[in-house]
């Protein structure tokens, strides 16, 4: 059994690895993490077994990329060009942040598992898989998260 074409993996999962990207690095950091992501998958691909789960594998590089991202932002100064203007950040790009600083509140199990479940789009066997648990743990984990994620939201519409 043969690999499918590089380009082929990144029409069929470039989308799903940029909502990890958004939900894990946040919007700012997004575009680069993906590339990320994809600069070092296309280096690993012709080492990874033909039978191996290129979508898990793609969002595992993805969490770990858009994490890289926030490193790199956190140690580099901030220039007074970066800063918005209050009003001028438009509605979709503020709800963007607010489920990225929310997702960053719960705890890592949780917020990987909601991750990589509704955003990556992994069945919870494969999540449990990443997260090194049982698919009953993924599941469990990731409906906590969602609750919590819930919880957060009706709080901040009060």
Not at 43 to 60: E, K
Not at 116 to 125: N, P, T
Request: hydrophobic share 45%.
């Amino acid at each position: 059994m043969s690999q499918e074409p590089f380009e082929w993996v990144v029409r069929e999962y470039g989308a799903a690895v940029l909502r990890v990207c958004r939900a894990v690095a946040g919007p700012d950091a997004a575009d680069d993490a993906w590339s990320e992501t994809f600069l070092a998958a296309l280096r690993a691909y012709p080492q990874l077994r033909p039978q191996s789960n290129v979508r898990a594998w793609l969002m595992a590089i993805a969490r770990n990329k858009s994490i890289d991202q926030l490193r790199v932002i956190a140690r580099r100064p901030a220039s007074l060009e970066s800063v918005a203007e209050p009003g001028l950040c438009e509605p979709a790009f503020e709800a963007r942040e607010e489920l990225h600083d929310a997702l960053a509140l719960l705890p890592p199990k949780q917020r990987d598992a909601v991750t990589f479940h509704y955003f990556g789009g992994l069945r919870y066997a494969e999540v449990a898989d990443l997260l090194g648990n049982s698919e009953s743990a993924a599941r469990r984990a990731a409906a906590d998260g969602m609750k919590r994620l819930r919880a957060m939201y009706r709080e901040d519409r009060k």
